[in-house]
């Protein structure tokens, strides 16, 4: 494809800067084409662009001020939907830009804690969140996330005790094949869930604070989906350390390898941009890869939560602590 000729690292990338609102860390990220970029997180703050970055229309959601937004899913310049973490747990969709909003889920139970979101197309999708009664809470929708239904108790996966996912870029679960999915836990076990099979992962992992937190996988378009994947995690609160903090598999998740060269720290979200050249950030610096993640170079020291690239182009775009926004350059 064209897209996958342009992508070159050969030029010296560099990350140009976007934005900065100090009051905000910002987690959720959705780039939906080159121009339209949405953003969410702490504070109850949404952010959009629709002229790639340049300007930013910022909205503090009415009812929400104090709640962080992980996640977002944006369709267009128009409508999207946020993910709010903590009990209750919320989903709320807009369809004029971020200026209304409305609850389009509510679940009160206790101990609830929304993980991440993901999107096959602009009607299916799924959610994600931490184990409640030993079962990794799963939601479906299938109206472009107008309303959700939640798994019943019996299809939900199992998890282990002290398994949890980690809400630290809304990309510890992926789209696999055509309405299957595939996720990655993290604290004292680590895992990473495929259909039905549960397939122990040799990131690092037996704290609270370790383990996978983001997954990618590349499409290869064939109807079988994707068989490489990813895998970035490593201890956030040792953000600096290297070990055992990425994977890959080139089997469908069958085996996972460990790099020669690993990213420069912990990371909380890693992308493809072609099917050999990755990115990946963390609190600790951004590293991108030209071998299909074998080595890592770091690019920056800078860090970043999630760095998401466009579903409709080439654009990359990255989001973290202090209201950061930047866009790589190539």
């Known amino acids: ?19 900065s609102e100090n009051k905000t860390s910002l987690r959720g ?54 993910m709010a973490v903590d009990s209750p747990a919320y989903i709320l969709r807009t369809t004029d830009g971020g200026y209304n909003w409305k609850v389009v889920y509510e679940n ?30 799963v939601a479906r929708t299938f109206d472009g996330g107008q309303s959700w239904k939640e798994l019943p108790e019996q299809y939900k ?21 055509r309405g299957e999915a595939v996720f990655v836990s993290g ?61 890959y598999s080139k089997d469908r998740g069958k085996t996972w390898q460990a790099p020669k060269e690993p990213p420069h720290g912990y990371r909380s979200c890693v992308e493809y941009l072609t099917a050999n050249k990755l990115i990946s950030c963390g609190t600790s610096g951004v590293d991108l890869s030209t071998d299909g993640g074998e080595t890592w170079q770091l690019l920056t020291k800078t860090g970043y939560h999630v760095v998401r690239k466009a579903k409709d182009g080439d654009a990359v775009y990255l989001a973290g602590g202090g209201g950061r926004i930047a866009k790589l350059l190539k």
């Open 29 to 82: 990220l959705s780039v939906v084409n080159n121009n339209v970029v949405w953003v969410s997180g702490s504070n109850g703050t949404v952010g959009t662009s629709v002229n790639g970055g340049k300007d930013w229309k910022w909205f503090q959601v009415k009812g929400f001020e104090k709640t962080d937004f992980r996640d977002i899913e944006a369709f267009d310049g128009l409508t999207a939907i946020i």
């Open 1 to 19: 494809m064209l897209l996958v000729g342009f992508w070159s690292f050969a030029q010296n990338p560099r990350l140009e800067q976007l934005a």
């Open 187 to 247: 604290g004292l076990q680590s895992n990473v869930f495929i259909r039905d099979q549960k397939i122990r992962l040799p990131i690092v992992q037996g704290k609270e604070t370790t383990g996978a937190n983001s997954i990618a996988v590349w499409d290869n378009k064939k109807r079988n989906g994707g068989n490489k994947m990813i895998v970035v995690g490593g201890d956030f609160s040792a953000d600096s350390v290297s070990a055992n903090n990425c994977f």
């Open 108 to 137: 009160l139970q206790s101990g609830m804690f929304l993980d991440a979101m993901e999107f096959w197309n602009s009607d299916a999708g799924i959610v994600i969140g931490d184990p409640i009664n030993g079962k990794i809470f």
């Open 157 to 177: 996966p199992n998890a282990e005790k002290g398994e949890a996912c980690f809400a630290a870029s809304g990309t510890n679960i992926r789209a696999l094949d």
